[in-house]
Every structure is written in structure tokens, then in C-alpha cells.
């Protein structure tokens, strides 16, 4: 195996760019990960060409301007995994309607806001609706937003429902990451709903804004629904209401207990929690194998010391961190594999590797 490095550096595109991207990627006929930081519908348009590609890591400006004409022929067709940093929602949506990802598994996104976008939730769930058009085969899905609630009361009251309503017809998602400033509001039910569509979850985070103090709408109920539709499931990030056991699950019997052994990691933001036997001992038995609680307080905080007291009534005798952000959940469920290194950071450069070639193979 080989490898080659390409770097340009600078903060914009310049005349020429994209014709010198299409001469290096048609001579690299065994380009694997494209990393840039410079990119206009001119380099993307080169990068469709790409025939080996299979990670692609783009930041995108505020505006791309007018689209062009997507290539014909096959567009990205080895292409499974894509991040994307994006100054704004429309430079992101510009590129998803742009050109189909039918081939893409996982997808990393983080959007910035900027005043072309509006301050209504419906960008966001437009914007998960396209995506969930153009990647039919998808199984990761991380969606960060930096958007910002003006006004807070314009969203959803089952919120984030409108966003995740469009994945439920893949049932082969493994991860579900959704961050935006919105609280969630949705109800026990509603959440059950969402999550049975999805058993083979192994990762279900939702992040909020802790600065908004909102009702808290889930409780144990909904965690419990949560596990014993996803059998699989190892980290989960939510804001939850575990100050009492349920009397009863909707589903379940009065008798079942679910036991879920593969949850490692619970997030709970700032879930209110009493210090109740009952309680721990309910999420003891629940998740057996839990090893770290996340809270997004200080311990001296509000809940923090209920949830560390909690942490010691496990069997396990758990861990709480304060430092778990959606960056480091991330890292925890990719250690190890290939979209772990895509979130190296390369300032002001465009990145490109690719695979040598087979012995008694002429590049």
C-alpha cells in the first residue's frame, strides 16, 4: 500500500483550481479520502470523478451561488462516508439537492448559522427531509446545528419528531445524532413511536441547549421504551425525567423487566433524578453493564450530586463525566475505525489520500 499527501494552502479557491483537482483525480485512479477546506461547485464537480473515493470531508462557505449542472454518468459511486462543516444550512442544502449520495452509509454534519438561513425549525427539517432522500442506504447519521431558537416557542411541540420522521423508513440505521438549540418536547409515546422503527441502534443522542430551561417531557418510561426496542444499543445521550419508577411501560407487561446489556454510556444533560432506592435500583437492573453517566452540570450543580449519588447505588459503580461534548461521543463510537480519522483537523489546506496500488499494478 501507498500513500500521497496534496496540499494547498490558503483561505479561498482560486481560478483554476477545479481544473487542477480533475487532472490530479483522474491520474489517481486509486484516490480513497479527500479532505478540503476549499471548495466551490468547481471542485465538487471534479471530486464526482473520483471513481475509488470513499471518504469525502468538505467545508462548505455561507453561499455556493448558482448551482451548475450535476455531471453526468456515475456521480461518487464508491462514496460511503461523508463530513461536511458548514458556515451555513443553504450552502449544506445547496449540495444535497444538487446531486444524489445513494451510495453513502454514514454521514457527519455540523451547521453554523447565518442570516440567509432564517430562524425557522423548518430549515431543519427540510434539510433532514433531503437528506434522507438523496441517502438511501444510510446507517450513521450525526446532525449538529449551531441554530439558533428565535423565537424559542416556534418549535415543534413534539420536537425533534419532525426532523427524525424522515428516517424511520430505514431501518438499518445504526447511529442517530441529532443537535440543535431546541429542548426536546416530546412525550413518552411519541418517542416509542420514533425508536421502534430502529432495532439494530447502537448509538441514539439527542443534545439541546442546557442554557434554556424548559419542562422536561420524557421520563423512565420512554428510556425504558428506548431499550427494549434497541437491544443493540451501547451510548445514548437524552433529558429525561427519572425522579420515579414507572408503573407501567406502554407494551410491556407488568411483570417484564427489560434488561438491556449492551448500554454502556447514558447521557442525561440535566435529567432530574431523586435520591431513591427505587430509582437506582430500576436503572441497575435496566442496564446491568452501564459504565458512565454524562451530565452537562457541575457536580455542585443542580442534580449533579443526585446523579452521582445514583452513580454509587450501581452494581458497577459508575463514572460521571462533565466532559463528554458530541465531539468526544463521537470519537467513542468510531475509536478504532476509519471515520475516527476523518476528524483530524488540517487548517487552511485541502487533503488528499489515496490507496497504492495492487502488486504488478501500473497507476
Same mark, same amino acid.
Given at each position: 500500500?501507498?500513500?500521497?499527501?496534496?496540499?494547498?494552502?490558503?483561505?479561498?479557491?482560486?481560478?483554476?483550481?477545479?481544473?487542477?483537482?480533475?487532472?490530479?483525480?483522474?491520474?489517481?485512479?486509486?484516490?480513497?479520502?479527500?479532505?478540503?477546506? $476549499?471548495?466551490?461547485?468547481?471542485?465538487?464537480?471534479?471530486?464526482?470523478?473520483?471513481?475509488?473515493?470513499?471518504?469525502?470531508?468538505?467545508?462548505?462557505?455561507? %453561499?455556493?451561488?448558482?448551482?451548475?449542472?450535476?455531471?453526468?454518468?456515475?456521480?461518487?459511486?464508491?462514496?460511503? @462516508?461523508?463530513?461536511?462543516?458548514?458556515?451555513?444550512?443553504?450552502?449544506?442544502?445547496?449540495?444535497?439537492?444538487?446531486?444524489? $449520495?445513494? *451510495?453513502?452509509?454514514?454521514?457527519?454534519?455540523?451547521?453554523?448559522?447565518?442570516?440567509?438561513?432564517?430562524?425557522?425549525?423548518? #430549515?431543519?427539517?427540510?434539510?433532514?427531509? %433531503?437528506?434522507?432522500?438523496?441517502?438511501?442506504?444510510? =446507517?450513521?447519521?450525526?446532525?449538529?446545528?449551531?441554530?439558533?431558537?428565535?423565537?424559542?416557542?416556534?418549535?415543534?411541540?413534539?420536537?425533534?419528531?419532525?426532523?427524525?420522521?424522515?428516517? *424511520?423508513?430505514?431501518? *438499518?440505521?445504526?447511529?442517530?445524532?441529532?443537535?440543535?438549540?431546541?429542548? #426536546?418536547?416530546?412525550?413518552?409515546?411519541?418517542?416509542?413511536?420514533?425508536?421502534?422503527?430502529?432495532?439494530?441502534?447502537?448509538?441514539?443522542? %439527542?443534545?439541546?441547549?442546557?442554557?434554556?430551561?424548559?419542562?422536561?417531557?420524557?421520563? $423512565?418510561?420512554?428510556?425504558?421504551?428506548?431499550?427494549?426496542?434497541?437491544?443493540?444499543?451501547?451510548?445514548?445521550?437524552?433529558?429525561?425525567?427519572?425522579?420515579?419508577?414507572?408503573?407501567?411501560?406502554?407494551?410491556?407487561?407488568?411483570?417484564?423487566?427489560?434488561?438491556?446489556?449492551?448500554?454502556?454510556?447514558?447521557?442525561?444533560?440535566?435529567?432530574?433524578?431523586?435520591?431513591?432506592?427505587?430509582?437506582?435500583?430500576?436503572?441497575?437492573?435496566?442496564?446491568?453493564?452501564?459504565?458512565?453517566?454524562?451530565?452537562?452540570?457541575?457536580?455542585?450543580?443542580?442534580?449533579?450530586?443526585?446523579?452521582?449519588?445514583?452513580?454509587?447505588?450501581?452494581?458497577?459503580?459508575?463514572?460521571?463525566? #462533565?466532559?463528554?461534548?458530541? *465531539?468526544?461521543?463521537?470519537?467513542? %463510537? @468510531?475509536?478504532?475505525? =476509519?471515520?475516527?480519522?476523518?476528524?483530524? @483537523?488540517?487548517?487552511?489546506?485541502?487533503? $488528499?489520500?489515496?490507496?497504492?496500488?495492487? =502488486?504488478?499494478?501500473?497507476?
Amino acid at each position: 500500500m501507498g500513500g500521497l499527501t496534496f496540499n494547498f494552502h490558503g483561505s479561498s479557491t482560486y481560478d483554476g483550481l477545479g481544473d487542477k483537482i480533475s487532472r490530479v483525480v483522474s491520474e489517481l485512479c486509486h484516490l480513497d479520502l479527500i479532505r478540503s477546506y $476549499l471548495t466551490d461547485w468547481e471542485v465538487l464537480s471534479s471530486l464526482t470523478q473520483a471513481k475509488a473515493l470513499r471518504r469525502l470531508w468538505l467545508f462548505l462557505p455561507r %453561499l455556493l451561488g448558482r448551482a451548475p449542472e450535476c455531471p453526468s454518468g456515475s456521480i461518487f459511486p464508491q462514496l460511503r @462516508t461523508l463530513d461536511i462543516w458548514a458556515a451555513s444550512h443553504t450552502s449544506c442544502t445547496d449540495l444535497f439537492r444538487w446531486t444524489s $449520495l445513494n *451510495q453513502v452509509t454514514e454521514i457527519w454534519i455540523y451547521c453554523e448559522q447565518a442570516r440567509e438561513d432564517g430562524y425557522s425549525p423548518q #430549515v431543519l427539517v427540510d434539510m433532514s427531509s %433531503l437528506i434522507s432522500s438523496q441517502c438511501k442506504h444510510l =446507517e450513521l447519521c450525526w446532525f449538529w446545528s449551531d441554530f439558533l431558537p428565535i423565537p424559542f416557542h416556534d418549535a415543534s411541540p413534539s420536537w425533534p419528531r419532525p426532523m427524525l420522521e424522515p428516517y *424511520q423508513v430505514y431501518h *438499518q440505521l445504526r447511529v442517530i445524532a441529532l443537535g440543535t438549540r431546541y429542548s #426536546v418536547t416530546m412525550s413518552d409515546d411519541d418517542f416509542e413511536d420514533m425508536v421502534k422503527a430502529w432495532p439494530d441502534l447502537e448509538a441514539f443522542h %439527542l443534545f439541546h441547549d442546557d442554557r434554556v430551561d424548559t419542562p422536561v417531557h420524557l421520563t $423512565l418510561r420512554g428510556v425504558t421504551a428506548l431499550l427494549h426496542h434497541c437491544p443493540k444499543l451501547k451510548h445514548f445521550t437524552l433529558t429525561f425525567d427519572a425522579t420515579r419508577v414507572p408503573e407501567h411501560v406502554a407494551g410491556l407487561s407488568h411483570e417484564t423487566i427489560v434488561r438491556n446489556t449492551a448500554v454502556q454510556y447514558m447521557g442525561v444533560h440535566t435529567s432530574p433524578v431523586s435520591e431513591s432506592k427505587g430509582v437506582a435500583a430500576y436503572l441497575s437492573a435496566m442496564m446491568p453493564s452501564l459504565e458512565i453517566i454524562g451530565i452537562e452540570t457541575n457536580l455542585g450543580d443542580i442534580y449533579g450530586l443526585e446523579w452521582l449519588w445514583i452513580a454509587t447505588q450501581h452494581q458497577q459503580k459508575l463514572v460521571v463525566r #462533565v466532559d463528554m461534548s458530541p *465531539q468526544k461521543l463521537y470519537l467513542l %463510537l @468510531t475509536a478504532g475505525t =476509519e471515520s475516527a480519522s476523518n476528524h483530524l @483537523t488540517y487548517d487552511g489546506e485541502w487533503y $488528499l489520500k489515496y490507496r497504492g496500488p495492487s =502488486e504488478g499494478e501500473v497507476l
